[in-house]
């Protein structure tokens, strides 16, 4: 049996015509529209043995979320200058 003859790397197979590919094909074109709506996090290696899997991870973090929702204080904005105190 004969091996095939090596194609050049440029050189396309005879069933395509360079018509059927767009002119306008970019590689990489959605490759920063997916970084941008990833949600990929990247913990240090420490918190990452403190951590076996995600839904330690996730469990954790939601506990401190509610724990920060039933001890957070609205703060009480100063409508103006604050008053001077006077010397007595």
């Known amino acids: ?18 018509s059927d590919f767009p002119k306008g094909f970019v590689r990489g074109k959605y490759a920063k529209r997916l970084r941008e709506s990833s949600n990929v996090v990247v913990l240090d290696p420490e918190v990452a043995r403190a951590f076996p899997n995600q839904e330690a991870v996730n469990n954790a973090l939601l506990s401190l979320i509610e724990i920060a929702k039933k001890t957070a204080r609205p703060t009480r904005r100063s409508a103006g200058r604050a008053k001077k105190r006077r010397a007595s």
């Open 1 to 18: 049996m004969k091996k095939a003859k090596p194609t050049e790397k440029d050189e396309l197979r005879r069933e395509y015509q360079r």
